[in-house]
């Protein structure tokens, strides 16, 4: 009987090991982009910034925030900042076609890199006024700001 109990002990703990090793928070800052607060992506899109919602389609439905235009970032690659874009797949073609219009890209906030991949693949084809909302979706909810 004890050895069983061992048995399940040693599998969940490693079943919650397994869990958590899948979230991974994403970086805290990033080189060319400007890391902002839900109150500042407020602000960038009241001064005419489009905000980016670089969830799936299917999350973008569910619930996005008020405003903002879906860009799917199709990720396969590996959740770190070095990263293999050319595993990954996503429409830069629905980015403002001004490379110079500021854009404030989102997702589902620090474990979920699909906002900092999709800030990075902006900066490479040429936009230059690019915003990070780290806290993504839940941080700008936690705040109370207008969601659709």
């Known amino acids: 009987m004890i ?16 869990v958590g090793a899948h979230a991974i928070d994403n970086p805290t800052s990033l080189a060319g982009a400007t890391v902002v607060s839900p109150e500042q992506a407020r602000d960038l899109q009241a001064k ?21 235009i879906s860009v799917p970032y199709k990720e396969k690659s590996e959740k770190k900042p070095d990263f ?4 990954d797949s996503v429409d830069l073609g629905k980015l403002p076609g ?14 979920c890199w699909k906002s900092y991949k999709l800030s990075i693949a902006a900066m490479k084809v040429g936009h230059t006024k690019v915003n990070w ?3 993504g979706l839940p941080g700008w909810k936690a705040k109370g700001l207008p969601v659709k």
Do not use: M, Q, W
Not at 50 to 65: F, K, L, N, T
Not at 84 to 87: G, L, M
Not at 98 to 111: E, L, M, R
């Open 98 to 111: 001004d490379k110079a219009t500021p854009i404030v890209t989102y997702c589902n906030g620090h474990d």
């Open 3 to 18: 050895r069983i109990l061992s048995r399940i002990a040693a599998a969940t703990l490693l079943s919650f090991t397994a």
């Open 133 to 135: 909302l780290r806290d």
């Open 48 to 68: 005419g910034a489009v905000i980016i919602d670089a969830r799936s389609a299917a999350e973008y439905a569910e619930g996005h925030i008020d405003g903002a």
């Open 84 to 87: 293999d874009p050319a595993v």
